[in-house]
């Protein structure tokens, strides 16, 4: 027969064990809790900040201007704009499609072969980047995919 001191000792371990392993449940819920909060929060803010935004008046929304954009090398042309107006490197592009070689349309690597840039493919997608600006800003055409011309110039 067991002493009653013995028995008081095994049931004292299994409840510290039972203590302690609680505990450790108690920490991974407190983590899982605290993370649950978080993501509460941010969904709260998000609320908050959507709900602001949409209570606002449709005025306070601005229609983009059509002139020269800040910071911008390619105004927007109107009537009386020289290619002078454009920084150096569109100046450079404009004069190349106003030319002989250009009236019919040039392709970008003819266009980079011209301007005596290497025809790398670096090198050509930025004259097609700076070739779509000007069309965009009223300066070029592009006659058809890939293959741009000087404004006043005839469709090629």
Known sequence: MASVL???EAREKKAREEIARLREEAEQVQAALGEAERVLQRLVDARVTVAEVLAEPP?????????????SVVPHRTGSMTASVLAPDYQ????????????????????????????????????????????????ARQVRPGVFTALAAPAG
């Open 6 to 8: 013995g028995l008081l």
């Open 59 to 71: 005025s306070a929304v601005v229609e983009p201007q059509r002139g020269p954009v800040a910071g």
């Open 92 to 139: 450079r592009i404009v004069s190349v499609l106003e030319s002989e070689a250009g009236r019919e349309g040039m392709r970008c690597q003819q266009l980079a072969r011209a301007l005596g840039l290497q025809v790398v493919p670096a090198k050509v997608e930025g004259v097609r980047s700076r070739a779509k600006r000007l069309v965009e800003r009223g300066w």
